[in-house]
């Protein structure tokens, strides 16, 4: 639901800055894709998880991989060490402005190394929360620059949250 004149300002606003698109996969990715026509004229890359599902996906845009990572098992601190790491040398390399998410997990160490660097955060909660929140979103909230919830229903568990609609 956008004007003519706010496509004008976000072409102006944003025509030199970059834009950093970073989720997990699966629901998350496929969340984070419905948002790739929202940026034309945009200059983004994207950060995931690389899986076959990811892989096919991403390669026609600019892209960084994660190593995919569970709570589960016993590699889970491992990967996650190395997620951490690898975040920030991604954020080094590219200097976004903006860091847009969709979660879960995998997207953390990037938000919070953005934060630190003093980029802007935009945090999507998960389409699949209709009446609570989820990990990653609980733990950036506090300090996302915007939060926005795909139900109505969310606006009560994230009081300072905007809803629009859905990505879908």
């Known amino acids: 639901k956008s004007s ?9 606003t944003m025509s030199h800055k970059k834009v950093c698109m970073v989720s997990s996969t699966g629901g998350h990715f496929m969340e984070l894709m419905q948002l790739i026509p929202a940026l034309d004229d945009i200059n983004f890359y994207i950060v995931t998880e690389k899986n076959p599902s990811t892989v096919q996906i991403v390669e026609q845009y600019p892209h960084y991989y994660l190593i995919q990572q569970q709570r589960r098992g016993w590699m889970f601190p491992f990967k996650f060490a190395y997620n951490i ?20 997990g995998a997207s953390y160490p990037t938000c919070k190394w953005a934060k630190i660097l003093g980029k802007k955060i935009i945090y999507i909660e998960s389409f699949a929360k209709l009446n609570s929140e989820s990990v990653t979103g609980r733990m950036i909230y506090p300090f996302a620059d915007k939060f926005f919830v795909q139900w109505p229903e ?15």
């Open 4 to 12: 003519a004149a706010s496509d004008v300002y976000k072409r102006q």
């Open 85 to 104: 790491i690898i975040s920030m040398i991604y954020l080094l390399k590219e200097n976004p402005s903006t860091i847009i998410t969709t979660g879960a």
């Open 154 to 168: 969310m606006l009560s568990v994230y009081p300072n949250a905007e809803y629009h609609g859905t990505v879908y």
